[in-house]
Every structure is written in structure tokens, then in C-alpha cells.
């Protein structure tokens, strides 16, 4: 559920929601992280890492996924 | 959670085996378990669904065993209220399905789908790497690929799109299982295009066809069936000239397509975000990450089907758009570390404390601990030993600190496992007790002991007393190692003012960071002015004016038009470049650069390209139809012709926009004059994602494909009154078609002026590629960062792409520069090299070999030295330098050799 | 070669020209400026070998900005290849005119290649791809082999000479005189000493022997280091003493993929 208690403001809230702990979630969530700003990071599962973290390699560059 | 130390011994007592999901099926799991062995966070937890003790009450075997008292069986779901700025959703996607398709006998052991494919190649899988069937666990001859299964198809699902990543997986799965079977394994993919439109994608695709002999056959497979009295699968399918063929395998891959699951769709639901085209999150190719609601952003799947560089971009790109739009808010809700104060222990003589874990029974299972620790108490400069049932554990490192300052410890060892995984804990509990976080040393007596040697637990315990041995000669000569804090400019330098540069600079100046936006020619706008619309139709000029608009206007941007850079100096958070803008000179202090100097499109010299005012370039095309040229207006036929200039054994990559240009530019004809006989002449059509649905509309409105071969390219003549003539072979007809069309249009590559980026590329110390584009640091996981810190790429510059995609990666780009601009220092040192420069002879081996342009040679000198903020500590200078002059802090030779010799003392 | 050297004097494209005097019968690598170019001799085949381009690396460090001429044999032109590559000499500030070796010299040398690419005087004599010693090596079971070179290695009086000759040496301070690498005085040294010296050959030795023509204890140096260059030519595909192609150490960081900051 979302609810939308500010909107547009000169004042907004300095944290995110980051849906998702997959690489694009993860690379997110840091990026939030760096930039200065706090990260909520949420994964169904029990570890992050997605699907890329079931890869064996990657192409095209034969680079291990983990 | 807390108390979790991931030992295992709760998998290892739960008495319920469940199937494991992160095997994709294939293995099996414990109740409690761990999802992976390297998990983040690595916390073992129950599975509820399946824990015997959730089901009859009974058991909690894990609890007792705990060596921890982690097991809280009376934890509950919470519920979280968090009130946060913006969303970023990041679902991801779920394998397709292949059940539905009843002709592929997904049921038969020996069908499987990718997924299941990457898990049995992987050593962490079910079958420890080794690559066997599931049926027999025999190792297979003959695999086949079968593509498009859950994609490109809307017969047996409403999947229309291209996944855009299957080929390039199952090229992969078939050369890494040669790899692991030998090459003698058979294996054949079946595909209809094959579709490797991606940076190095097609050099792959040709290394799989010729070194690595991975076969490939265009056919659509209708079924697969069974072969009676074996384990073996039947594939019967119509080759190229028209023959029915049968070929028996003994495992088929069916490559899956990745859609949107039902639990997505429902929170997008929940959140009010709109859902579009197959079921992605509805988005448009100028606003690529925004959803169709203010302060929600998406990236990856979720957004339309892509790989994992194109993923990472957009999440670097979401994160520039959350970060913009709460720009007031930064840093309100981070917090800052405490500072430590730090002992002076540099004069002192060691005292070396020396911590052996028995990592439960991991390590005391096989070494005998005690011994190890007796030995290390006899070792010169060790103050105090002691055994731990855990080191890791939160209360042994309470402990820790309270020994470090009890016994005046001024060097610690832990002989545990690898400090890959462990050594940061250790630094931070030295750094509580007020040591210098390099005064560390492991021995891993896990991982190169008891596991290796599990059943030589004598021997096992002599290599851990030698581990031991080394680390206390080692970390005996380590000194503390300094840290230092260098300022950052706040502001950044985009080079180039086409889309992806005037993005980049957007994104950086509304976050309140000065840009200096420099562009060569006289005008911003670069190739977006030749554009006309994006692959879904949507006019780019009115886009571009407003973003050129914007950028002029902008109090944080500086605009700097004819302008070109002559010299680079410095390194990240302080540059200092000078350009000469119109003549003048002018230098510029910035903490980032983005290279976004974009591309060029090819004068192609071949298919009659010049010799008729009735042969185009796609973008002269676009214009023409677009002015409602005579030429255009009155053309009863039309032929594209493909790949011209790409993928060609000069030039071996795919320029990614062309077949969807074409097919755009094909419909505008066909809309133009419906009754115009328009050719596509083609290699493979490669309209990946969405944009399947050009090429499934415009066969629809009756535009003829014909493929050919690299090896029977069309012919075109040019007659002297003007008239046109295209011969090519139609593989179908298997003879040669002549066309006499009016208009001709040449998909010309997009190429780099190697020149041009050689010298930016130098100035920077950041490389490019064989075919002058931008090489970035990873090519999965860093698309737009370089190995040189501080400097980002974005756009065509990179590699060949379409709008929506340079937009996105100039969004990165400004994301990634910002996690520097964000900071007010940047810490240098630690674990550097540095340069003695009396033993230098400058012979710059270590200029060239260093991964990250962090060695400078120092002309007057004659010397190199080392930029302290741009190295990592690889070693790799110290190991090349012929005469022992680069030391690496915390490697130093001399400690090198102390072990060494430590080594071989026993 | 007396007109050709005057004339590069004369026209100043060279500030000296490295070549022989014979003295006593001997040739002897003399420096030839315009004041003493008149001495210099008609080029003819001669059977001594100097490290030539070691001299021609010293003149070159104590006067900087001077161009030199040289005349090289095969080996010689090899040696010159490296200290390009590795940045001691600059190649614009040489001028190389080139000799063929004679063909005993070739057979005595076992060289693979007797005469520069650069050839001016003389005759290229046939390569000769074979080394009996190593040969005779690969013959030997393993560990003969090693006792066989701990054997040599004994003999070692710590000289030093096969660093001074070595044209591809020119660290300013030598590993070998490192005390924390091999231990200091002790004869024979540890067999670290002709390790490390065989490490840092990998990738440079030009084969031109002269170390193992300089041991006063006979050691097979040049065996040694023909192997270790075997081995850098079969892992990295690298080869010594041509003119181009980066380090083998270069491709080292290629795939470098390292998490920014201090560790």
C-alpha cells in the first residue's frame, strides 16, 4: 500500500524504497546510498542477489555471476 | 538474526528435506537453510511452510542445536510503516513457463528449461558443476537449444515481445558446456533470428559458430518428443531448403523468455502504477525509468525485457531521478559513522594476538585447534593466544576488543577463513579497540585446511600451523597505514551536447551541482537533431528543443559551444581540464567527467551508396518522408537494405538501431502508400524487446522480408538513366530475386572516429575497444563507470543504441558521477603502492600495465609515481617492476618474503 | 661504413657513432665523433662481441639529448628493441647501421637469428633453431634436472658479471644486492640468487649469451633464461626482442575489476 502524504514539495521525505534485491534493485539502493540519501531495501526472498545470483556465467564476457 | 553465525549447523540437523528454488528444482534444500552459500545477509532462516515443527508441533532439532541460541521459533511477520520520498521498483521477472506448450514434453526429465541449464553448469548447482542429465545423471552427447519458448509468441502465450536476452544466454550455456563436456559434445540451437545486437555480443555469437563449433539451425521446432526405450529426446524440424529432418538429443534446453509475474502486476496494481505493452511498466522513450505515477521509478524487467548492463543502467538511472526530485533532502536522513581515535603503535615492538576459530566443527572438525594454538604461543612477537568455538561471533568480538586493550595487543591474527568474506569484521573491532586497521593479518585455516584436506587431518594441522606461522611473520613487519582525506570539487564536465550529454548535465544540475556542458560544434542537439521519432513514433524535435531549452536556461549549466579539449590534468574530485573554446583558452576545474561524445553514422562505399539521388541513409530517409519529397511521394517500391556496413568481418558488431529503423521507416511507407511494394533485405531481424511488435505489424501490412547470407550480399546496379536494380538470392525460393524498386534505403552502421576518442580517451587514461568505443570498467556491473575513477561514459560513445537507451545510461552516468560530487572528501591510501624513486629506472612497465591509470610517468624525473587517490592496491605495478622500486603498503616485499621464508622454515 | 659514418656526422644526424678500433689486433667498441671519424676502419666480418648497446645505454644516460649511431649485430639490434620498449633509450636519438654475424660465429652461438633486421654489411648466415644444451636438458629425467642445476648453481662465486654484461640490465639499484631477497655474503648464495635473475630475465633476455660467455664458473646461464623466455612465449604469447608488443605484465590488469577506495 502507498500512500501519497506529500506530493511535489520543496520538502520531501530524504529516503527511498527500493522494491526488489536484484542487481537493478541492489545497484539502486547504492547509488540512493552514495548520493546521501536512506535506503530501504526490500527482498521476498532471504537473500538478495535475484536471478543473477542463479547464473552460472555471464556473457559475453564468460565472467562468473557471483 | 543477530546471532546467526551461518555455521550450518541448523541445515545440518533439520531432518526435512524441501525442494530447492534456488537450484530451479533440481536439488534439494533443508527446512532451515541458507539460500545460498553466499548469501547476503548470510543468515540461515526456516522455511515455515515446510518446517516440520509449523506443521506438527514437534521437533525444533535446530534449536537445540544452535550453538548460538539464534532459533526464535515465536518470531512473527511485522509490519513495517515507512514513510520515504520516491519508490524504485525493481521486481525483476520470472522464468516463462514452457507447461503450456503441450508439444515439448516439459515433463520428461531430460527437458529443462535454461534456468535449470545454468544450475546444473554451475559448481555451486546440483550436480557440483558436473554436466549430466537429470534422468540417469549420464553425461550427454547431443543438446539442443530450443529459442523463443515463452517468447515471440502469441499462440500459446500472450508473450508478443522478444526477451531479448535468450539468444545470447543459450550461445553461452552451449560454449561454456563444450567447455565442461570437451568439444566433442554436440550442440545445436534452434532459433529464428538470432538476435546479438549487444556490445561484443556478435564477436560471441561468431567465436560459439567457428572456434567453438556450437551449431546453429533457423527452424522453429513444432515438438519434441520422447524417443521410446531411452532417456534420449526426438526434434523434428524443416531445415532451411525445405527438408524434414529428425535429430535424437539427449537433453533439450528449452530457452525461456522472462515475463512480468502475477504478483508484480498486483503491486503495480496496489501502487497505481500503469501497466503497458506485455505487461512491462508503462513508460516512454524520453522519460525511461518514470512510471506513469510522480515519484515511482522503474528499472530492469520490470521496465521491458533487458540484460543485466542495460538493468544496472536504469537502476543508476532511477536512482538519479529519486535523487533529484528529493535534492532539498539530502543527507537529512544518513547517518555518519563515530570517529575512532587510533593508538600510536608504530615504535612499539609487536605483540601479536593471535585468535584460532573452530568455526564450530568446520576448522575443529579436522584440525586439531589446540595444538595450533600451543604452536602459535611458541611463535617470536606472540603476546597472547586463545581459541574461539566462533571468532566471528558479535560476542567474541566484544571480547576481542577487551583483550586487544588488556594485554596492550598490537597486532592481531585470526586464523579463521577467508578474509575475503571476514576480514572487514575483524578491521572494525581493531578499529574499536583503537588499532590501526591494517595492524591485521588472516590465516585461513578453513578453507586451505579442513576443507581441503578433510581427510588428512595430521597434515591438515601442520598447514595450519604454518598459516599461523606466516601471518605472525607477516603482520610482525606490518606498519600502520595511513589514510588520507582529499577534497572534491563540486562540479562536473559533460563532453558532448547531444541527448545523452544535455541529460547527463540535467541530471547533475538539478541535483545543484554546477556543469560544464561542452560541445564541438556550434549548436547542442547532436544526432537527436537528425531524428525524427522514437522506435514507438513519438516526434523527437519538440522533445529536443525542450531539453536544449532547458539546458540553456539552467543557472547550473554552462554552456560552451565550439569547444574542444586540448589537455587533462588530475584525478577524481580534482581535474583541471583546459579547452580551447573558439579559439580562447579556457580551464575548468571539475570533480567528475562524463564522455558523451557520441558517434557517427557510416558513408557506406558499397550498394551503389552516391551514385543516385534515389538511395538513402535511414536518417536522410526520415527527413524525406518527412518533407513529403517528390521522390517519396511518387515511389511504387521501396527496398532496405541490412547490416550494411555492420557485422562484416571488418567491422564484426551490430549497430543495435537499424532493423527497428528500418521497419519504422518501412510502416511510415506502407502508411504513406499502402499499395507501395516495400522490401526488407536483412540478416536476422533483431527487434528486440517491445519493438518485436514493429516487425510483427509490418509483416502484417504486408512489407516482404528476404534474408540473405554475408556470403550472397544483394547486388545493386545503378543504371545511367537512374533506375535501380537489387538482385539477392531469397533462401525460401532458394533463387536469385531481382527488384526495381524506386527508392533505396542503406541501414548504415553507426562507427566511431577513432581518432577523435583516441585522443579524449587518453587524456582521460581511459581505454576504448577494438572499434574505437568507450570501454567501461565491467561489462556487466560497471556499464558506465571506467577502471579511472571519476570519469563515466554515456550514449552512443559506448555503443550503437536507441534514445530511450541513451537517455537512461546519461541518467547513470550522472547518478554514478553524483555518488562522488556527494561526498566532501575522498579517502586515499591504505593499501596503495608507492614508488621508490631512487630504484626507479623509469621504464614504465608499471604505466602499463596498471589497471587504472593510476601511475604517472614524471617526464623531468624520469620516475613514475603513484596517485595515491586513484589506486586499489592490486599489486600488479609491484609485481611488473623489474627493479623492486613500487612496494604495496601492507604487501611489502619484505613481508612477502618473511613468509616465504616462514613457509618454508618447517 | 667510413663514408656512410662520416656522413651522418657531417650532416648531424648523429652526435657519435659506436663502432670498432682495432687495437692490438683486436677490435675494440670505440666512440667516433667528427674529430676522430678518420680512424675509423672499413667494416669486416670480426668474431668479438661486446654489449654494445650497454655502453651505448651509458653514454646515452650522461648525455642526454645527444643522438648516437651504433652498429649492431642480430643480438645487439634485439637488445636495442627492449631498452626501447622499456623506455631507456628513445629510438629517435639512435641511428643503428647493421652487421651480419659470420656463419661460425652463428653456429658457435646457436642463434636463431645472426644478423639485424637493419642489415647493412655482410651476409645473413642461416639461423640455427636448435640448442643442444637444452636439448640435452629435456632429455634429462626431473630430478636430475634439478640437482643438475643446484650443481651449476654451487659454483656461483656472486661475480656478478652476468648482470654487468647484460645489455637488457639497467635497474639503478639490483635486486640481486637486495639483502632481504638473498641473503647478503654468503658464497655460494642461496639458489634464490640465479632465480630471481632467471625471473627477471622472463620476458627480456635477448639470447645473446654473453652472461654465460662472462661466468668464470661456467654455469649455463643462457639455458636457463632460453627457458624461462620459453615460457613466457607459451603462456603470453610474448616475445623478446622484437619491436613491438606490450609487456606481457600489460595484460595483467586487463580484467581488473576492483571496488573503488581504500581497501
Known amino acids: 500500500m502507498v500512500n501519497a502524504t506529500r506530493t511535489a514539495s520543496s520538502n520531501p521525505i530524504g529516503s527511498v524504497l527500493v522494491v526488489g534485491g536484484g542487481i537493478a534493485g541492489v545497484q539502486a539502493a547504492l547509488d540512493l546510498a552514495d548520493t546521501g540519501y536512506f535506503v530501504h531495501l526490500i527482498e521476498k526472498t532471504s537473500a538478495i542477489g535475484g536471478a543473477m545470483s542463479m547464473l552460472d556465467k555471464t556473457f559475453p564476457t564468460d565472467d562468473c555471476a557471483m | 538474526m543477530d546471532k546467526c553465525i551461518a555455521c550450518g549447523t541448523c541445515a545440518e540437523k533439520c531432518p526435512r528435506k524441501v525442494t530447492d528454488e534456488y537450484n530451479a528444482g533440481l536439488g534439494k534444500r533443508k527446512a532451515a537453510y541458507v539460500k545460498f552459500p553466499q548469501a547476503v545477509p548470510l543468515k540461515y532462516v526456516i522455511d515455515k511452510d515446510h518446517c516440520i515443527y509449523f506443521e506438527k508441533g514437534k521437533c525444533r532439532a535446530c534449536e537445540k542445536f544452535c550453538p548460538t541460541q539464534a532459533v526464535n521459533f515465536d518470531d512473527q511477520d511485522r509490519e513495517f510503516t515507512l514513510e520515504v520520498g520516491s519508490v524504485i521498483l525493481a521486481p525483476g521477472f520470472e522464468p516463462f513457463d514452457p507447461g503450456v506448450y503441450d508439444t515439448y514434453s516439459y515433463s520428461h526429465p531430460n527437458v529443462i528449461t535454461s534456468m535449470e541449464f545454468e544450475r546444473i553448469l554451475s559448481s555451486s548447482g546440483p550436480f557440483e558443476g558436473h554436466l549430466v542429465r537429470p534422468s540417469d545423471h549420464q553425461e550427454p552427447k547431443k543438446i539442443a537449444w530450443l529459442q523463443c519458448v515463452g517468447s515471440r509468441d502469441i499462440h500459446h502465450c500472450d508473450n508478443g515481445y522478444c526477451s531479448g536476452v535468450c539468444c545470447m544466454y543459450a550461445i553461452k550455456e552451449a560454449a561454456i558446456a563444450k567447455e565442461h563436456a570437451g568439444a566433442d559434445l554436440n550442440t545445436a540451437i534452434f532459433f529464428m533470428d538470432m538476435r546479438t545486437p549487444g556490445k561484443d555480443f556478435d564477436k560471441y555469437y561468431e567465436r560459439a559458430k567457428a572456434e567453438k563449433g556450437v551449431r546453429f539451425i533457423r527452424s522453429r521446432v513444432h515438438s519434441i518428443e520422447p524417443l521410446p526405450g531411452t532417456d534420449d529426446l526426438a526434434i523434428q524440424y524443416v531445415t532451411e531448403d525445405g527438408r524434414i529432418t529428425e535429430e535424437v538429443f539427449n537433453l533439450v534446453v528449452l530457452s525461456v523468455g522472462l515475463q512480468i509475474s502475477k504478483d508484480t502486476l498486483e503491486l503495480a496494481e496496489k501502487l497505481g502504477v500503469e501497466i503497458g505493452d506485455g505487461r512491462f511498466a508503462a513508460t516512454s522513450p524520453f522519460q525511461p525509468v518514470q512510471t506513469s505515477r510522480t515519484g515511482i521509478y522503474v528499472c530492469g524487467v520490470f521496465q521491458s525485457p533487458k540484460d543485466i548492463p542495460l538493468s544496472v543502467m536504469e537502476a543508476s538511472a532511477a536512482a538519479a531521478e529519486s535523487a533529484t526530485l528529493l535534492a532539498p533532502a539530502r543527507n537529512s536522513l544518513t547517518r555518519k559513522p563515530p570517529e575512532l581515535s587510533e593508538k600510536d603503535v608504530a615504535a612499539q615492538e609487536p605483540r601479536v594476538g593471535v585468535f584460532v576459530c573452530h568455526c564450530g566443527v568446520n576448522i575443529a572438525g579436522v584440525v586439531d585447534v589446540e595444538a595450533v594454538a600451543d604452536y602459535a604461543e611458541t611463535l617470536p612477537g606472540v603476546a597472547y593466544v586463545e581459541r574461539n568455538l566462533f571468532t566471528c561471533a558479535q560476542d567474541t568480538q566484544d571480547k576481542m576488543k577487551q583483550i586487544i586493550e588488556e594485554h596492550n595487543l598490537n597486532r592481531i591474527v585470526v586464523a579463521a577463513c577467508s578474509p575475503r568474506t571476514h576480514e572487514a569484521l575483524f578491521q572494525e573491532t581493531l578499529k574499536q579497540a583503537g588499532l590501526n586497521k591494517y595492524l591485521f593479518e588472516m590465516a585461513n585455516i578453513r578453507n586451505q585446511g579442513s576443507w581441503v584436506h578433510m581427510n588428512e587431518p595430521e597434515a591438515a594441522t601442520e598447514k595450519a600451523k604454518d598459516l599461523v606461522r606466516m601471518a605472525v611473520a607477516k603482520v610482525a613487519l606490518q606498519q600502520p597505514l595511513g589514510e588520507m582525506q582529499l577534497g572534491v570539487t563540486k562540479s562536473a564536465l559533460v563532453v558532448g551536447g547531444g541527448i545523452a550529454g544535455m541529460t547527463a548535465a540535467l541530471t547533475l544540475a538539478d541535483q545543484g551541482y554546477p556543469v560544464t556542458l561542452v560541445e564541438r560544434k556550434d549548436v547542442l542537439g547532436g544526432h537527436g537533431r537528425k531524428l525524427y521519432s522514437t522506435w514507438d513514433g513519438q516526434p523527437v524535435a519538440p522533445f529536443l528543443d525542450e531539453l536544449i531549452k532547458r539546458v540553456e536556461a539552467h543557472p547550473e549549466i554552462t554552456v560552451l559551444t565550439k569547444a574542444r579539449i586540448t589537455d587533462v590534468q588530475g584525478f577524481v574530485g580534482n581535474f583541471h581540464t583546459v579547452l580551447d573554446v573558439d579559439g580562447q583558452r579556457r580551464e575548468v576545474d571539475h570533480g567528475v567527467a562524463v564522455i558523451a561524445v557520441g558517434a557517427h553514422s557510416l558513408k557506406p562505399d558499397e550498394y551503389g551508396y552516391g551514385k543516385s539521388d534515389r538511395i538513402f541513409l535511414n536518417l536522410d530517409l526520415d527527413q524525406a518522408i518527412g518533407e513529403r519529397d517528390e521522390r517519396i511521394v511518387t515511389a511504387r517500391s521501396a527496398v532496405f537494405i541490412q547490416c550494411v556496413g555492420s557485422r562484416e568481418p571488418d567491422r564484426p558488431y551490430c549497430s543495435r538501431v537499424c532493423c527497428s529503423h528500418s521497419i519504422e521507416n518501412a510502416l511510415r511507407l506502407k502508411k504513406l502508400n499502402p499499395d507501395m511494394d516495400v522490401y526488407v533485405l536483412y540478416r536476422d531481424i533483431r527487434t528486440f524487446g517491445l519493438r518485436e511488435n514493429l516487425y510483427k505489424e509490418a509483416r502484417a501490412r504486408g512489407v516482404l522480408f528476404i534474408r540473405f547470407d554475408l556470403e550472397n550480399k544483394p547486388v545493386v546496379q545503378v543504371a545511367s538513366d537512374g533506375t535501380l536494380k537489387v538482385t539477392v538470392k531469397d533462401h525460401v525460393l532458394q533463387r536469385p530475386v531481382v527488384l526495381t524498386p524506386d527508392i533505396l534505403t542503406l541501414a548504415g552502421a553507426i562507427v566511431m572516429r577513432e581518432s577523435e576518442a583516441d585522443e579524449l580517451a587518453k587524456m582521460f587514461k581511459v581505454p576504448v575497444n577494438a572499434e574505437g568505443f568507450f570501454l567501461e570498467a565491467h561489462a556487466k556491473l560497471r556499464p558506465v563507470d571506467f577502471a579511472t575513477d571519476g570519469v563515466f561514459v554515456a550514449g552512443l560513445a559506448h555503443y550503437p543504441k536507441p534514445t530511450e537507451e541513451c537517455i537512461a545510461q546519461a541518467k547513470a552516468a550522472a547518478s554514478r558521477a553524483a555518488t562522488v560530487l556527494a561526498k566532501d572528501s575522498i579517502t586515499a591510501g591504505g593499501v596503495v603502492a608507492v614508488v621508490n624513486k631512487d630504484l626507479c629506472c623509469g621504464c614504465q612497465g608499471c604505466v602499463q600495465c596498471c589497471p587504472f591509470g593510476a601511475i604517472d610517468y614524471l617526464e623531468r624525473e624520469g620516475k613514475c609515481e603513484v596517485n595515491q587517490a586513484l589506486c586499489k592496491g592490486c599489486g600488479t605495478c609491484a609485481a611488473t617492476c623489474p627493479s623492486e622500486a613500487i612496494t604495496l603498503l601492507g604487501f611489502s616485499h619484505l613481508q612477502l618474503y618473511a613468509q616465504i621464508d616462514e613457509a618454508l622454515s618447517a | ?263
Open chain 3, 1 to 263: 661504413m667510413k663514408t656512410k659514418v662520416r656522413q651522418l656526422l657531417e650532416e648531424g644526424r648523429v652526435d657519435a657513432f659506436l663502432a670498432y678500433k682495432t687495437i692490438h689486433g683486436v677490435p675494440f667498441p670505440t666512440l667516433f665523433t667528427k674529430e676522430n671519424v678518420d680512424e675509423l676502419e672499413e667494416w669486416a666480418p670480426f668474431k668479438a662481441r661486446y654489449p654494445v648497446t650497454k655502453i651505448l645505454l651509458a653514454q646515452a644516460r650522461q648525455n642526454p639529448g645527444k643522438t648516437f649511431g651504433v652498429l649492431v649485430r642480430g643480438c645487439e639490434e634485439r637488445s636495442l628493441y627492449e631498452l626501447f620498449k622499456w623506455n631507456q633509450l628513445s629510438p629517435d636519438k639512435v641511428v643503428v647501421l647493421g652487421q651480419a654475424c659470420t656463419e661460425d660465429l652463428a653456429l658457435y652461438c646457436e642463434c636463431k637469428k645472426p644478423f639485424p633486421d637493419q642489415l647493412d654489411y655482410g651476409e645473413a648466415p642461416a639461423p640455427v633453431p636448435r640448442s643442444r644444451r637444452l636439448e640435452e636438458l629435456e632429455a634429462m629425467p626431473e630430478t636430475d634436472r634439478l640437482q643438475w642445476w643446484l650443481s651449476h648453481f654451487n659454483r656461483c662465486i656472486r661475480c656478478h658479471g652476468c648482470r654487468d654484461v647484460c645489455p637488457v640490465c639497467f635497474c639503478t639499484e639490483c635486486s640481486l644486492e637486495h639483502k632481504e631477497l638473498i641473503p647478503a655474503r654468503k658464497l655460494p648464495p642461496d639458489s634464490s640468487f640465479h632465480l630471481v635473475r632467471a625471473v627477471h630475465m622472463a620476458g627480456r633476455c635477448i639470447d645473446c649469451g654473453l652472461c654465460e660467455e662472462t661466468c668464470p664458473a661456467g654455469i649455463p646461464l643462457r639455458a636457463l633464461y632460453k627457458r624461462v623466455n620459453d615460457l613466457v612465449e607459451n603462456i603470453f604469447d610474448y616475445q623478446t626482442g622484437v619491436p613491438d608488443g606490450k609487456s606481457p605484465f600489460s595484460m595483467l590488469g586487463d580484467e581488473s575489476f576492483l571496488p573503488a577506495g581504500p581497501r
